[in-house]
């Protein structure tokens, strides 16, 4: 198997899974048939869109290869009628979701670096591929997103680029270092969410005696 068909493997794949995540997300609201399509597309190829636009490919690989679009839709429709059976499968969805933050990390990342992006934008660009959806569901959904909760979600695909940047540099651009790429991303979303690790939140103070709201308080 080469490179560009393994890349092409985890990119549907990354696809199906969002997809899958975004329908969950969207028959919990529920939204009719067209809406947990609509959010369950977003949710997979919201990231890779806006990938595309920054790195100026034209149309969008989500509009010209007609294989996201039907691997979107038909995952989203498919937890549409199967939602009953899936509902139970919370924790399988989690893993879905850490997988898919893991492929599409890898891919967007080095799509960038490619179409010859500096490797601290590509970096960027990877992060934001892999959230850009999951951020698209939760606002479409009407949930605070993800990866501005305390969870680590974002830093795990930080890390994860980087990695795949080193990589790329350094001319370890085989399957198996990449895999290893997308291991790292997977475990650490695992790991965190195991162990509820989370980055730090500001601390408000509590409320005051007189009732006033400590929130208009200023310390000079």
Sequence with gaps: MTTSTALLLADLTGVAVFAASGASAAVAKRLDLFGVAFVGFVAALGGGIFRDLVIDEEPPLAFADWRYAATAAITALAVFWLHPQLARLR???LVLDAAGLALFTVTGTLKALDARVPAVGACLIGMLTAIGGGLGRDLLTAEIPVVLRREIY?????????TVALLYVTGQIAPAPLTA???????????????????PVAMLRPPRADGADPRTDREW
Excluded: K
């Design 91 to 93: 924790t399988t969805v």
């Design 181 to 199: 790429a997308a291991v790292l991303v997977f475990g650490l979303r695992l790991i965190a969410l195991r162990r509820r690790w989370s980055a």
């Design 154 to 162: 974002a830093l795990a695909a930080l890390a994860g680029s980087v």
